[in-house]
């Protein structure tokens, strides 16, 4: 029997489908499915959603057998995930493994998950544990909130009895995702387009009864996309970033989350003046892409601009943002 025949190791394979978030044609995503695939996923329950990074884009080469829907444009992680959810759940399924192109799982990591939704039903969503690409430095076991709203990666190992460590939230990178929390709480947040969609839906779903954790012995590959994006990364950060606090935290959460935006700007402002003046190394172009992002996002969280990101200073690697004949709007 084939890899691609087989079900996967550790659970009923018709109770899972995958949903692939592709951006842009570099072939990032092949190795993924092919991944996938050597885990014992059956093709025919894999769907790629591409979003194009340029008009006409083509479509990426797939192995035979797995499923593709396009975009018109670069719907952001939010919109093009729920597209993929909603197809594959017509479909039918318990299990949704929700995975972005660039994701990495290490071999056993796909059983690993599968074994852990099965003897955990009270567990809503579980994660892998992350390491950063290319290396075992531990990126994230589990994310964190603090009271005031505020989010962090847990970089220290825990060690729970039953080998999940429960957590407030996890990557959207690679998180397996029952139905049944789809079906109580709704889907992603459109609206955030991308950036802390996957902590609000933990949110929602740990209020709604579900624990999240990440199951340490199953391992997958990050990579930050923050750096090739400054100006677009500090824009979704800040504005999602005081959307959900203000979700996690109320009054409170909205008005430290804030607070913190404004401090940052003046911060990154006195970066530009210091390289400016040479008075430390490197370019102002970093920092301002910095400040400019910050402070139009803290801008826009107020006056209601949801979507994607506007135009911004510094380097970015998204693109195709508006639709055919549209502007892109909030």
Known sequence: MSAVEREPAGGD????????????????????????????????????????ARPGEPDPALP????????S????????????IERQRECGCELLLLLTHDARLCPGALARLLAAAEAHPDFGLLGPALVFAGSERPFSFGGLSRAGGG?????????????????????GGTVLVRSAVLERVGRFDERFWSYFEEAELCLRARRAGFRVGVVLDAIAEQAPGGPGRPGVWSYLMTRNGIAYAWRAAGPGGLAL?????????????????????????????????????????????YRRRWGPP?????????????PPGGDGGA
Do not use: Q
Request: glycine share 14%; proline share 7%.
């Open 64 to 71: 035979a057998g797995v499923g593709l829907l396009r975009s």
């Open 257 to 301: 989350a804030s607070a913190r935006a404004v401090f940052e700007v003046g911060l990154e402002l006195l970066r530009v003046l210091a390289r400016g003046l040479r008075l430390r190394r490197g370019s102002p172009t970093e920092p301002w892409a910095l400040a400019v992002g910050t402070a139009r996002g803290l801008f826009d969280f």
């Open 73 to 84: 444009h670069n719907l952001g992680y939010a919109a093009g995930m729920n597209r993929g």
């Open 13 to 52: 394979g018709g109770a899972l489908r995958a949903v692939v978030l592709s951006y842009g044609d570099g072939g990032e995503v092949g190795p993924l499915l092919l991944s996938l695939l050597a885990e014992g996923m059956a093709a025919e329950r894999i769907l790629v959603v591409h979003n194009p």
């Open 151 to 171: 989010m962090e990666h847990r970089t220290e190992r825990p060690e729970p009895a039953d080998g999940i460590a429960a957590c407030d939230w996890v990557d």
């Open 310 to 322: 506007p135009p911004l200073p510094g380097p970015r690697d998204v693109a195709n943002l508006a």
